[in-house]
């Protein structure tokens, strides 16, 4: 049974850190490139950052890079996603998710989301 589950989310105010958590099983970890998606209201779903299974190669949006990182621990099949400098935009419901690309229409599995408010 595939299993993603996000954690972590909050109200920070900005400047702030947050590490958002996500257990993510039950599917081919060695084959799957597993990411941080966002949806603010009002706005589409986007791609935040994303690490593969294979080689933990990882991508990044423009609009993150510097501030947030993203980790896996494969052992315990969880994936992370430290985020630092926080702004108000990044205000958003962050979902994790599994797939072949990092790109929303790339996703096979979905897990609920986790709110991230931050506050100017």
């Known amino acids: 049974e595939v299993q993603l589950q996000a954690s972590g989310g909050g109200l920070v105010q900005a400047g702030g850190s947050l590490k958002l958590s996500c257990v993510a099983s039950?599917?081919?970890?060695?084959?799957?490139?597993i990411g941080w998606f966002r949806q603010a209201p009002g706005k589409e779903r986007e791609e935040i950052s994303c690490?593969?299974?294979?080689?933990?190669?990882?991508f990044y949006v423009d609009s993150v890079k510097g501030r947030f990182t993203i980790s896996s621990d494969n052992a315990n099949k969880m994936v992370y996603l430290q985020m630092n400098s926080l702004k108000p935009e990044d205000t958003a419901v962050y979902y994790c998710?599994?797939?072949?690309?990092?790109?929303?229409?790339?996703?096979?599995?979905w897990g609920q989301g986790t709110q991230v408010t931050v506050s100017s």
């Open positions: 998710a599994a797939g072949w690309h990092c790109k929303t229409y790339a996703m096979d599995y």
């Open positions: 039950g599917f081919g970890w060695a084959h799957a490139t």
């Open positions: 690490i593969k299974g294979e080689d933990t190669s990882t």
